[in-house]
């Protein structure tokens, strides 16, 4: 009779416990804490996803989870980016994941220019928001590196924005980003290179990201611009007079060649007033190491992107020449 009382007890015990523990899970005590970004990739299972909510602090326990959706019912899960805060309830967590993912994504490559990235954003927070991001960056004065706008001053990677976070806030987010990765290869905002500002240099690697393209071209092109840069007058980058008519990828005409600009360094002295691009690690490094030589002239000349280098005009044509013999 007295072990019967004794296995009540702790049958009641362990009940109660549960009760807690379960409890605890789906209403938490404490107030919702800081948005979290989870991805759901294609085929991702719900336990995978209470796996992942329990490690970003969504969930206080996702075996909690698991038992809840058993009682109430999976949620329907579509792959893609959600912001939920820690700390949500079950019932929080079932009609976030419930509905359409609530974040948008947008991936800055090394090489965009701020217009790019605007129009790649509309598509996916819609005109209104792209437009204010995109007029913040290029007329807002209040840089990192005092520089006129943020071209060439966002980090490269993947931006996830949920509800409600605002453009000037994305910005400074990306800008932090870039200060980070500037730092990551030995660099600050108030470094001087090679006789360059930090702004200086930045320019000149946002050119070498544009015109030597692939990362086995950009320590020579680093050397050119400098070279150019020492020799004064016009550094004579075909990529500097795109970014000023907005284009990409495409030849630079004759015409183009005459448009007076400050962005045209055919006939503009130095460097642009402003980078043309967003940098990348590989264009960084190549303008702060860039090897010895005195080229002054490189070319395309085979379909896999390579570069040929010159010291003098007369084997610059003699690339051109290989390069047209290539179709090129």
Same mark, same amino acid.
């Given at each position: @009779?007295? &072990? ?32 979290? +970004?989870?991805?759901?990739?294609? /085929?991702?299972?719900? *336990?995978?996803? $209470? ?16 038992? %809840?959706? @058993?009682?109430?019912? +999976?949620?329907?899960?579509?792959? #893609? ?5 820690? &700390? ?6 079932? !009609? ?5 993912? &609530? ?6 490559? +090394? ?6 990235? *605007?129009?790649? @954003?509309?598509?996916?927070? #819609?005109?209104?928001?792209? *437009? ?13 590196? /005092?520089?006129? &706008? ?7 990677? +993947? ?23 500037? $730092? %990551? ?31 086995k071209n950009m320590p020579k092109v680093a050397r050119v611009i400098l070279n150019r840069l020492d020799r004064g007058?016009?550094?004579?980058? %075909? ?7 907005? !284009? ?54 085979? !379909? ?25």
């Open positions: @009779m007295r &072990n019967a009382k004794r296995l009540i007890i702790a049958v009641i015990a362990a009940t109660v416990l549960s009760v807690v523990w379960y409890g605890l899970s789906a209403f938490p005590l404490s107030s919702p804490g800081p948005q979290v +970004a989870l991805r759901v990739s294609p /085929g991702e299972s719900v *336990s995978q996803v $209470a796996a992942n909510l329990e490690k970003a602090g969504v969930l206080r326990s996702s075996l909690a989870f698991r038992i %809840d959706t @058993m009682i109430f019912g +999976a949620p329907v899960i579509r792959d #893609g980016y959600y912001v939920i805060h820690r &700390n949500s309830s079950h019932a929080e967590i079932r !009609k976030v994941l419930s509905a359409t993912p &609530n974040a948008h994504v947008v991936t800055i490559f +090394a090489g965009a220019t701020i217009r790019q990235i *605007s129009r790649q @954003m509309e598509t996916v927070t #819609g005109p209104v928001f792209a *437009s204010a991001w995109r007029n913040l960056a290029l007329t807002t004065p209040q840089t990192a590196f /005092g520089s006129p &706008n943020y071209e060439g001053l966002l980090g490269v990677g +993947a931006y996830i924005i949920g509800d409600g976070e605002q453009p000037k806030a994305l910005l400074k987010r990306m800008e932090r980003r870039f200060v980070r990765q500037f $730092a %990551d290869v030995g660099l600050t905002p108030s470094s001087r290179v090679h006789g360059l500002s930090a702004y200086q240099f930045v320019t000149a690697a946002s050119i070498v990201e544009k015109e030597g393209y692939y990362p007058g016009g550094l004579q980058m %075909d990529a500097t007079v795109l970014y000023y008519l907005d !284009k990409d990828g495409v030849r630079v005409t004759p015409s183009m060649l005459q448009i007076r600009t400050p962005y045209n360094t055919y006939l503009s002295p130095g460097l642009t007033p402003t980078p043309i691009s967003q940098v990348g690690r590989e264009a960084l490094a190549a303008m702060l190491r860039p090897p010895p030589g005195s080229w002054l002239y490189f070319v395309v000349i085979d !379909k896999s992107g390579t570069e040929a280098f010159a010291a003098t005009y007369a084997e610059h044509l003699r690339n051109i020449e290989l390069a047209r013999s290539r179709g090129l």
